[in-house]
DNA sequence: CTTATTGCAAAGTGTTTGCATCTTA
DNA sequence: TAAGATGCAAACACTTTGCAATAAG
C-alpha cells in the first residue's frame, strides 16, 4: 500500500467516525438527521487550515453543494456543541474555526504580518489550568492561548507567505 | 493622611504620567494633542474594569463629554500604540480594553455563566512565550492566555453576580 | 402529518470610512 | 493657513432572526 492510499484510508476512518460521533449527538439530543449537516461536517473535515464561515460558504458552493450562510451558522453550533470542531479568535472580529476530532489539544503563534497560524503543544498550560482553576475554585472547562508576532526567518526571505505550511512543535517534557 | 487621600493622590499621579507617556507619544509620531485625545485617556483611567467601546461612549455621554464613537476608535489605536491601553476578545465579537500603564502582565479568567473576568499572574507564561519564539524563530511580541469556565464556589451561592469584585493572584515561583 | 430545519432576506451589532467642518501647530 | 482631527451618517462585515416552504421521523 502506497502512502497516500494509507493516507487516504485514514481519512475514511476519521470521516467514518465523526460522522458516527455526530449521528450519535444528534440522536441523543433528538436532532434530525439532514443531508446538509452531514454535508457540512465533510466538508469541514475535508479542510487542513483554520477556516471561517464565509471561506467554507464559498468552497461549498464551489463544490456545487448549496446551503446557506444560516445553516452553517446553525450547524457549527452543533458541531463546537460535540467538540467536532473549535472556535477561535485569533485578535480579529472574525471567528475563525478548525476539526478537532482526535486532535491533539494546541495552541497557536500567529504572525501579525501574513496572518499564518502555527500550533504547538505545550503541557505547562494544562498545569497552569488546572491549577488555576483550583486556586480560584473555577471550573476550567477549556483555554485559548495565542502568542503574536512576526515570523523571523520568513522576513528575512522576503515574504511571509511561504510560511503557511503547517508546522506543529511538542514538548513532552516540563 | 488618610488612606483614600494616599489613593486619591496615587490616582493622581497615575494620570499625570499617562498624560504625560502619551503627549511624548503624541509629538514623537507628529500627532496633534487635541482636547478630546486627553479626555478619553481620563476616561479610560477612570474606569477599573474591561471595558468596551460603546460603554465608554455612553460614559462620557453621561459625564457631558462629547466625543464621537469615530474618535474613540481613532485614539483607542494610539493608546494601544503606546501601551497605554491593551485590548482583548474574550470569546465574544466585540472588543474589550483596559488600561494598562504600570499594569502587571496578567493573564484571565472568564466565567462562562456570569461573564465577569478574573486577573491571574503566572509566571510560566512568560518562559513559554520566550521559548516558543526561539524554537519556532518567531519575534514573540505579546500574547493571550484566557482560562473559561464556571465559577464553581458562588454557583454554589447563587448568582455569579458577586464574584465581579476584583480578585487577583499572583505566583511568583515556577 | 407534525414539527424541526432550511433558505432567503431583513435586521442587528460592532467597526470603519467618506466628507464637510473645525482646529492645532 | 495648511494639514490633521472631529462628528456625523453612510457603508461595511460578520452574525442572528423571522418566516414561508420543505422534509425528516
Known amino acids: 500500500m502506497t502512502k497516500s492510499a494509507a493516507s487516504a484510508q485514514t481519512q475514511t476512518d476519521l470521516l467514518e ?13 433528538g436532532l434530525r438527521k439532514t443531508p446538509e449537516r452531514f454535508a457540512i461536517l465533510r466538508e469541514i473535515y475535508s479542510i487542513e487550515d483554520h ?9 461549498m458552493k464551489e463544490r456545487k453543494i448549496h446551503v446557506s450562510r444560516a445553516t452553517l451558522y ?15 479568535q ?3 472580529n472574525m471567528a475563525l474555526f478548525e476539526k478537532s476530532y482526535a486532535y491533539k489539544q494546541h495552541d497557536h503563534l500567529i504572525c501579525m504580518d501574513c496572518d499564518k497560524v502555527m500550533e504547538f503543544c505545550d503541557p505547562r498550560i494544562q498545569q497552569i489550568q488546572s491549577m488555576m482553576g ?21 522576513l528575512r526571505n522576503g515574504t511571509c507567505e511561504h510560511l503557511a505550511k ?9
Open 74 to 88: 446553525n450547524t457549527i453550533e452543533h458541531l463546537l456543541a460535540c467538540d467536532l470542531v473549535t472556535k477561535h
Open 17 to 29: 467516525k465523526v460522522r458516527q460521533v455526530f449521528t450519535e449527538y444528534l440522536e441523543q439530543a
Open 90 to 92: 485569533f485578535g480579529k
Open 51 to 59: 477556516f471561517d464561515i464565509d471561506s467554507l460558504f464559498l468552497l
Open 166 to 174: 503547517k508546522k506543529q512543535v511538542t514538548l513532552t517534557g516540563s
Open 134 to 154: 483550583d486556586i480560584l475554585d473555577f471550573q476550567v472547562t477549556h483555554h485559548s492561548l495565542n502568542l503574536f508576532g512576526k515570523c523571523r526567518k520568513l
